[in-house]
């Protein structure tokens, strides 16, 4: 597998996160922070899941890739809402919140 087909660690994807969300990271309790995390993980297992071409798997694999993609949409759901409503996320600075919002909150296929 070369490079630039890898997957994204989740170490990473965390780090990411912290980078391009400091305000929340820096103010949130150790709960709201596990509940980012999980959020930021659910969208990253999302967008693979839905960006597997889907042409090139045999059925069985295709039926498992969609329950395991189902799955990750339900958990990533749960979690937005949960992030929504959370103490942390509702005192956010505006453009931090609106950024969260539009970096996590929608999931877009890869282009």
Do not use: W
């Amino acid at each position: 597998m070369s490079e630039d087909n890898k997957l994204p660690r989740p170490r990473d994807i965390l780090a990411n996160a912290r980078r391009d969300f400091p305000q929340f990271y820096a103010t949130s309790t150790p709960m709201d922070q596990r509940l980012l995390d999980g959020l930021i993980i659910a969208h990253a297992a999302l967008v693979i899941g839905m960006n597997v071409p889907r042409e090139c798997c045999v059925p069985v694999v295709r039926r498992e890739l969609e329950r395991g993609t189902d799955e990750s949409e339900r958990a990533f759901t749960r979690l937005r809402e949960t992030v929504r409503a959370c103490p942390t996320f509702k005192v956010l600075i505006a453009a931090e919140r609106t950024q969260i919002e539009r970096d996590v909150f929608d999931v877009r296929p890869a282009s």
